[in-house]
């Protein structure tokens, strides 16, 4: 081999191997670009899991409060069915009872059917009744 074709094959193995070592740092470019793009997209998936997650919870409780709202209405509800039903008892009451203020029996006969104790409060009622009536008139 002729010095100059010495030459020319030193200067193609010398780009040779220089383009080897081009394409082996391309390699590991390569491979550290992967690396971390696979370490970015698993904390990608954990940041969209843990998304998720919160989404889940904020669905959950969201359920929770309008389940709690609709039974709070019904609770309300039947708080003033039970304050309507006690004012009409209580108006019943009075009616039967001669009112609030002034306090009579239906019937002169109950006299005789009424325990002693109850017969003393309604005299003492009776009493307060016509002291009532005394001071306004």
């Given at each position: 081999?002729?010095?100059?074709?010495?030459?020319?094959?030193?200067?193609?193995?010398?780009?040779?191997?220089?383009?080897?070592?081009?394409?082996?740092?391309?390699?590991?470019?390569?491979?550290?670009?992967?690396?971390?793009?696979?370490?970015?997209?698993?904390?990608?998936?954990?940041?969209?899991?843990?998304?998720?997650?919160?989404?889940?919870?904020?669905?959950?409780?969201?359920?929770?409060?309008?389940?709690?709202?609709?039974?709070e209405r019904i609770v309300e509800q039947q708080r003033d069915e039970a304050v309507a039903k006690a004012n009409s008892l209580q108006k019943e009451l009075d009616d039967l009872t001669g009112g609030p203020f002034l306090h009579t029996l239906t019937r002169i006969s109950e006299l005789e059917t009424l325990p002693l104790n109850k017969l003393k409060q309604l005299k003492e009622q009776l009493r307060e009744d016509l002291d009532k009536i005394e001071k306004v008139s």
């Open positions: 081999m002729s010095p100059s074709n010495r030459m020319g094959a030193q200067s193609t193995l010398v780009q040779s191997i220089s383009g080897f070592n081009s394409l082996g740092s391309d390699i590991q470019r390569y491979r550290d670009d992967f690396t971390t793009n696979r370490l970015k997209m698993s904390w990608e998936d954990g940041s969209i899991q843990a998304r998720s997650s919160v989404y889940q919870t904020y669905e959950t409780w969201k359920r929770e409060v309008e389940e709690a709202s609709r039974r």
